[in-house]
């Protein structure tokens, strides 16, 4: 079976400094990654995805990801957080983009001006 | 492109009353998806489509939960008997047949509140 598990549940940065959201997975088989991120009152939206191209990911609104194998990881880091930045972000695990996904428990991300 | 449309937006049913929502996905889109999310919790996986097929569904697809899809286009969930633990947001998706961009598009989803 697949999981995610986000490992904090808040961070907390001050605005133009780097964020790091950390993110484990399992699964059986390669797995296809993604981070989606939720702002109050709107849908989820995409932010990147990882399906066994390169292993640094570029999303969108200057996010990165990395897939790392050996440490089952796929960590989302931005160099400066804006007051936008400040959602709840979800990682998440699939066998592929359009099979049922399965989320973690979320981060919520602040952001101090 | 208009985006998966949900509706309604709200909904606020006494317990044992039986709802019904809506989804439209994206135009092309041939894989439709339900998710539950509980506050403070990431969504959770219900039931999907491909086309008028239901393709899988979730072990927390209770007896009391139906989704249809009849013709294809847009999708139904169905909740008979609510309980008070039915309360949650229920999220809507929608994809690309597979080979193309394949993530999944969210909807807005419909708060369901139960009292």
């Known amino acids: 079976a697949q999981s995610v598990t986000q490992l904090d549940s808040h961070v907390s940065v001050s605005e133009g400094t780097p964020v790091l959201l950390r993110c484990n997975y399992s699964s059986s088989y390669s797995p296809s990654l993604f981070w989606y991120v939720q702002h109050p009152n709107k849908g989820l939206q995409l932010l990147l995805k990882?399906?066994?191209?390169?292993?640094l990911v570029k999303g969108i609104n200057g996010f990165e990801a990395e897939f790392k194998k050996s440490e089952t990881s796929f960590h989302l880091t931005k160099p400066s957080a804006h007051m936008s930045d400040a959602a709840e972000y979800f990682c998440?695990?699939?066998?592929?983009?359009?099979?049922?996904?399965?989320f973690g428990k979320g981060t919520r991300l602040s952001v101090i001006a | 492109d208009t985006g998966v449309s949900q509706n309604p937006r709200h909904k606020i049913t006494k317990r044992g009353q039986n709802v019904t929502f809506r989804c439209d996905p994206i135009s092309e889109h041939n894989r439709l998806y339900w998710y539950r999310q509980t506050l403070g919790q990431g969504p959770e996986f219900l039931t999907y489509?491909?086309?008028?097929?239901?393709?899988?569904k979730s072990r927390l697809l209770s007896d009391r939960f139906s989704a249809e899809r009849p013709k294809g286009s847009f999708s139904t969930l169905e909740i008979q008997r609510t309980e008070q633990g039915d309360s949650a947001m229920y999220l809507c998706?929608?994809?690309?047949?597979?080979?193309?961009?394949?993530?999944?598009?969210f909807g807005p989803g419909t708060r369901l509140t139960v009292t």
């Open positions: 998440v695990v699939s066998d592929s983009g359009n099979t049922p996904l399965v």
């Open positions: 489509f491909q086309n008028e097929a239901q393709l899988e």
């Open positions: 998706a929608s994809s690309r047949p597979a080979g193309l961009n394949y993530e999944q598009y």
């Open positions: 990882y399906t066994s191209a390169a292993t």
